[in-house]
């Protein structure tokens, strides 16, 4: 096939050198070189790197397994590119839903990477044409984001972002398989609430705050108080203990003050020891 285009610039350059070095124009010879120079890029079709060509003609699919690089073809027919590498979709109109809770979101942008497959691309391309995204990808796309963002509270939607646009993913994936196309990622840009929900959400933050330092205030107090309780059964038990070792030490003195030397005598049946003339 290269060899064929080659063969024919060749020849035309030959034609060209061989009226310049003769010096002479045939006005018929010219014709047909200016003829043959028209009708050769008719001929020639190119596919480029990372698409797939389809050649048709008069919007008939003819051939849909088109090599990259140059292609012969006739004339009256076109080789259509469709493009297989990774694209990037970005909502040019930013969006608006509610969330579950019927907060509203505005201002609602994402960016999607999709990509076709190189097998099922000619089949969109007899079904939907050449202006697939315009036609299913983005419509999809926009009520995939409205009714996900709706399934969740307005509080998940800030704290499950990532997990949220996850879901988005996998439903696109679902809606886009019988056009062929594959969505490798989804990252939600941007979204705003209304001015009251915000305002509210800043009240209940504040709050919140207030709320755990008056806690923590008061778990301070608790651990003062238990402190105190402590401390103050400590001292009676230490009070307590004096007081003891105080009253068996004056009973040991006055048993000492009282005692003549002499042992005490054992009275009664012999298991019993009077010594009450001791501490009297």
Do not use: H
Not at 4 to 16: D, E, H, N, R, W
Not at 27 to 40: E, P, Q
Not at 57 to 65: A, I, T
Not at 93 to 99: I, K, R, V, W
């Amino acid at each position: 096939m290269i060899w064929l285009i080659i063969g024919i610039v060749v020849t035309v350059v030959a034609v060209i050198g061989i009226i310049v070095v003769e010096e002479e124009i045939n006005l018929k010879c010219l014709l047909g070189l200016l003829s043959l120079l028209i009708i050769i890029p008719g001929f020639i079709g190119s596919v480029p790197t990372g698409n797939v060509g389809i050649k048709t003609s008069f919007g008939k699919v003819l051939d849909d397994n088109l090599s990259k690089g140059v292609n012969i073809k006739a004339p009256w027919e076109k080789i259509v590119n469709m493009d297989v590498r990774v694209q990037k979709y970005e909502n040019a109109n930013s969006l608006e839903t509610s969330t579950k809770d019927m907060q509203v979101v505005t201002n609602i942008s994402a960016s999607v990477n999709y990509q076709l497959s190189s097998q099922e691309a000619p089949k969109l391309y007899r079904t939907v044409g050449i202006k697939y995204n315009e036609t299913v990808l983005e419509p999809a796309i926009q009520e995939t984001i409205k009714s996900t963002i709706s399934q969740y509270n307005a509080s998940e939607l800030v704290s499950m972002r990532s997990e949220i646009a996850i879901v988005m993913v996998d439903t696109l994936n679902e809606k886009m398989k019988d056009y062929g196309i594959s969505i490798s990622s989804l990252t939600i840009n941007n979204f705003d609430f209304s001015a009251e929900y915000n305002a509210s959400i800043e009240r209940k933050a504040v709050a919140e705050q207030n709320a755990l330092a008056a806690a923590q205030e008061l778990e301070k107090e608790k651990i003062e108080a238990e402190k105190k309780i402590v401390k103050a059964e400590a001292e009676k038990k230490a009070n307590e203990m004096k007081q003891q070792s105080l009253t068996d030490n004056i009973i040991k003195e006055k048993f000492i003050e009282k005692w003549n030397g002499e042992l005490p005598k054992a009275t009664g049946d012999g298991n019993i020891l009077d010594i009450s003339g001791f501490i009297k």
